[in-house]
T-cell receptor, first 112, second 109 residues
Framework: IAGITQAPTSQILAAGRRMTLRCTQD?????MYWYRQDLGLGLRLIHY???????GKGEVPDGYSVSRANTDDFPLTLASAVPSQTSVYFC???????????FGPGTRLTVL | AQKITQTQPGMFVQEKEAVTLDCTYD???????LFWYKQPSSGEMIFLIY??????QNATEGRYSLNFQKARKSANLVISASQLGDSAMYFC??????FGSGTRLQVQP
């Protein structure tokens, strides 16, 4: 692994299903983030983690949960997907929240 | 709460000309970092340049420079000698927490 990876690349999901988006970084960054980007718009922060073991809510946290059991992994879970969660999801990491972020390639999620 | 404003939804520039993309921020924090990212149509986010709130001089990275005016709370991106490959969306997040709506730059031949 080099940098930050996300899985899956894309997913089509039935409404009501549970889904976990995976994010892994190998840069030993303290901070990690999840954003969603709706078509033609900017990124909105869903959840973040400043260090392993801690998480915080961003601008649009409802319907999503995260965990940060270790430094490298930061999974995002949709407990019961709804069509309004159709979006592109980006994971990012940085040494700290005032430092440059490194972004994953994104996960394109469609909820039908 | 912090707020980022990018007042130019779309911009056009001729190839080889300079262009300025505006970004203003609203925060009471004294310590922060301002970034500019580029997102081409392929979707990836590409880091361009960074300015810390305590940096005395404006940041420069190749053809990119930041016109940072702390009193006006603005951190405008200047791209010199635009290239066709500069066509993309541009974002100026405050720290890592708040992104603006972006500016779509189109470079014309």
């Amino acid at each position: 692994i080099a940098g930050i990876t996300q899985a899956p690349t894309s997913q089509i999901l039935a409404a009501g299903r549970r889904m976990t988006l995976r994010c892994t970084q190998d840069m030993r960054h303290n901070a990690m983030y999840w954003y969603r980007q709706d078509l033609g718009l900017g990124l909105r922060l869903i959840h973040y983690s400043n260090t392993a073991g801690t998480t915080g809510k961003g601008e649009v946290p409802d319907g999503y949960s995260v965990s940060r059991a270790n430094t490298d992994d930061f999974p995002l879970t949709l407990a019961s997907a709804v069509p309004s969660q159709t979006s592109v999801y980006f994971c990012a990491s940085s040494a700290e929240d005032t430092a440059e972020q490194f972004f994953g390639p994104g996960t394109r999620l469609t909820v039908l | 709460a912090q707020k980022i404003t990018q007042t130019q939804p779309g911009m056009f520039v001729q190839e080889k000309e300079a262009v300025t993309l505006d970004c203003t921020y609203d925060t009471s924090d004294q310590s922060y970092g301002l970034f500019w990212y580029k997102q081409p149509s392929s979707g990836e986010m590409i880091f361009l340049i960074y300015q810390g709130s305590y940096d005395e001089q404006n940041a420069t990275e190749g053809r990119y420079s930041l016109n940072f005016q702390k009193a006006r709370k603005s951190a405008n991106l200047v791209i010199s000698a635009s290239q066709l490959g500069d066509s993309a969306m541009y974002f100026c997040p405050w720290r890592a927490l708040t992104f603006g709506s972006g500016t779509r730059l189109q470079v014309q031949p």
